[in-house]
């Protein structure tokens, strides 16, 4: 269809889908049909000019997306920095899902009940980002985030919103783990779940020394694709290597078991992970 046609509904429905994809901070709020015109509008509310407007064609979304301005920025926090009409919005780096009201941990629910904000402001672990207007996810001011742990916390009033960062990690392990993807992203990862590992019988065929070249090859590939984690198990002195070299690197390195529990006539079986502590660690631990 040409741009500037009015729109049937399946194409502002899918004109709306493209607009939450390419800008989170703009909420569609109605769908409807306008006589005026012949054809479906779309009205929205921009969190980061805290507008509301109407779109009534396709060429009207590329007219108002030419105005945003976009920057990656050097920061362990903030991926990138959106500007829009003089509003600057800090998009947080990583991946961030809703916490529903059942999922928030013991711990998190205690503070919250006592009034207490959990964590550090974020802009005390962030200062510059009090020259930002708004936080994604969610469409606060700075001011109103806390931060603990992998959980983002916004307060204003008595609302409250909590995210959980979803860690991109890496298989590398012998098994597949497709089967526990969905209790992977549970606990808060997106595993990859094909083995990225070399196979026990690539390894049994290396020298000591290749197997560190190996090792040190995936997991700089592994780091290169945006992954943060990996799942480890295998022979002895792999996994040795797997664990410094990955601590080095900044890569967080994850163990896993399934644990077996019986509720009254059922049986069932939970996955559970541990996150083995980072090489300097255990160098502190020895004085050294």
Known sequence: MNKNEAMFREDAENLARQIQEEDPMV????????????????????HSTEEEYTINHFDTWDRIKSEIREADIPSLMVEKVREKRGKRTAFMRGNWTTL??????????????????????????????EDFDFIYPGHGSPHEYSVTGNFLIWRRGGTTKIWRRIIKLANFTQ????????DWLELGFRISPEPLAPSQEEISQ?????????????????????????????????????????????????????????????GYSMLCYSELLNFRMVEDSLGT
């Open 27 to 46: 909420e569609v709020v109605d769908i409807k049909l306008d006589p005026s015109i012949g054809g479906y509008v779309i009205t929205v509310y921009d």
């Open 100 to 129: 529903r009201h059942k999922d928030i941990p013991d711990f998190l629910a205690a503070e919250l009940e006592r009034g207490d904000v959990p964590g550090e402001p974020l802009t005390i672990i962030e200062p510059s980002l």
């Open 175 to 182: 098994n597949d783990q497709s089967d526990l993807s969905r």
């Open 206 to 266: 290396m020298t000591e020394e290749e197997i560190l070249e190996e090792v040190k090859d995936r997991l700089f590939d592994l780091s290169e694709r945006g992954f943060e984690a990996i799942l480890v198990d295998g022979p002895a002195s792999f996994t040795a290597y797997v664990w410094l070299m990955a601590g080095m690197m900044g890569l967080k390195v994850i163990t896993a078991w399934t644990k077996k529990e019986t509720k009254k006539s059922a």
